[in-house]
Structures are given as C-alpha cells and as structure tokens.
C-alpha cells in the first residue's frame, strides 16, 4: 500500500512552467509504476504520462510528450511532472495514481491515488 500527495499547483499564466511533485511516506514507493492524470472542468479524468519504477520506460499520452516531463527521485519517495509553456488548456486538477505495471492509462487500472493538485493557467 502507498499513500500518495500531489503539490506544486497554482494559479500561473500562460507560458509559465510548473513541475507538481507526488508525495509517498512508503518506502514502498519505489515499487509502483506512478502516473499522473488530468481532470478539467467539465471533463472526465484522462492520462497524461507514466514512469516505470526505475525510471527506465517513460509513456506519454498522444499530444503530451515535449511540453510535459514525467521523472522521479525513489531515495526521496517523489514523483514529478513538469508542464512547461502552459497554455489554459492545461487548467485541470492533477492527480497522481500507482500501480504495480508500466503501461496503463485507463484510471480503473491504478490501485492508490493521491488527492490531486489544482493548476489554473490564465491567458
């Protein structure tokens, strides 16, 4: 079991960066594939990237790889997603997810999630 916990969301302008960070106290961190999704107003939560427990594989939703960057830090039980040149598009809650295999991107798929982070990106 890991509890997660997303931060680094705000209030931005386009053209700003951002990279959200995603929390575990588990040393079992290190054992999840973590992705993160995106939840806009209106709109069901979709995929926006993973990363393998090693870090080895990476995947990316069509659209999202250049701007985003998915990494991670297992000696310090941290998930990150960078968002450069945001664009009000992007204006969504951002929660982070583990499961136990790289490669998913339904959210049905993942076993633990965080509680999500809010960006807005103003125009």
């Known amino acids: 079991q890991v509890h997660l916990r997303e931060s680094g969301g705000g209030l931005v302008q386009t053209g700003d960066s951002l990279r959200l960070s995603c929390a575990a106290s588990?040393?079992?961190?290190?054992?999840?594939?973590i992705a993160w999704f995106r939840q806009a107003p209106g709109k069901e939560r979709v995929f926006v990237a993973s990363?393998?427990?090693?870090?080895?594989?990476?995947n990316y939703a069509d659209g999202m790889k250049g701007r985003f960057v998915v990494s991670r830090d297992n000696a310090k039980n941290t998930a990150y997603l960078q968002i450069d040149s945001l664009k009000p598009e992007d204006t969504a809650v951002y929660y982070c997810?583990?499961?136990?295999?790289?490669?998913?991107?339904?959210?049905?798929?993942?076993?633990?999630w965080g509680q999500g982070t809010q960006v807005t990106v103003s125009s």
């Open positions: 997810a583990a499961t136990y295999q790289l490669g998913f991107i339904r959210d049905v798929d993942y076993d633990y």
């Open positions: 588990e040393r079992t961190f290190s054992n999840y594939a």
């Open positions: 990363i393998a427990w090693s870090s080895a594989s990476t």
